[in-house]
């Protein structure tokens, strides 16, 4: 899984476990299973007390409450091991549409299959293994996917797209990264955003509760339907990634943002005052004038 070429001995490969801390050599000749080597690579994650609560549960729901219940899976596989079967089994499940593109015909997910693993990959990573009891949970809505994990953020959530990381688990994070199930350079979130915009598609959202964080994916709402808080959001991540680039955040960019014709500019355009009054972005020239203007985010 790290394209590292497997020793022929046993003597080898607990070798490069042990270097890893994925198992350690006890006095009496034998070897024990560390923590971090079973999270990563058990087969049955209930056999170790300390971690049976941290597998993955998957939940369908019917419709876009918890009122009736379609389908409950758990993981039972370390997160490394078991990462790609738990991709396939949420993709199996999300609904889909098909695209006719000429002559072919398309399956196509409601959600960027991109966004939805960065955000699994980063709930695993970041997750606060002291907190017990409790472990990620991937939430399936006829219009959402919730994503929750155990911990907060270690850095402001306004300030995700562009900080660098810090990661909780950084032994965990490491292993995963050589593994290509996720990476440490902080563009986990950035990917996330993109390709939600990319999709036209409404911001990543996060939540933060007192022990546990939730990252809701949307599919595709109407403008028109989405919240005032979801769009100033939206806006602010859009103003966000825009600053990276190098570039601004305008009136044509955010219609193209939320995918709005040209008529749509007056719409447009009290969303982006509203989102100056509510301090998240602000003009690059306050002396521009209004058809020229460009915004960026507060902390620019």
Known sequence: MTNTTIPDSLEGIAHYLIEEE????????LYAITNLGAILFAKRLIDFDRLSRKAVRVVQYEGNNKLQMLKEDVSTKGYATGFEELLKFVYAILPTKEVIDGALRNTVTAYPPLALREAIGNALIHQDLSVTG???????????VDIT????????????IDNPPKS???????????????EELGTGWDKMAISCEIAQLPAPKIDLFQESTRVTLFSGIPFSSISIEDKLWACYLH??????????LTNASLRERFGLKETSSAAVSRLIKEAV?????????PNTA??????????A
């Open 239 to 248: 103003a966000c990634l825009k600053q990276v680039q190098g570039e601004q």
């Open 134 to 144: 409790t472990g990620p949970t991937i939430e399936i809505f006829q219009n959402r």
């Open 290 to 299: 209004p058809r020229y203007m460009k915004y960026i985010p507060i902390w």
């Open 149 to 160: 994990n155990s911990g907060t953020p270690l850095i402001d959530v306004k300030r995700i």
């Open 22 to 29: 994925c198992i350690v050599k006890q006095d009496n000749g």
């Open 168 to 182: 909780r688990n950084e032994k965990l994070a490491q292993l995963m990264r050589r593994m290509r199930i996720c």
């Open 277 to 285: 009054n509510k301090k998240l972005i602000k003009p690059l020239d």
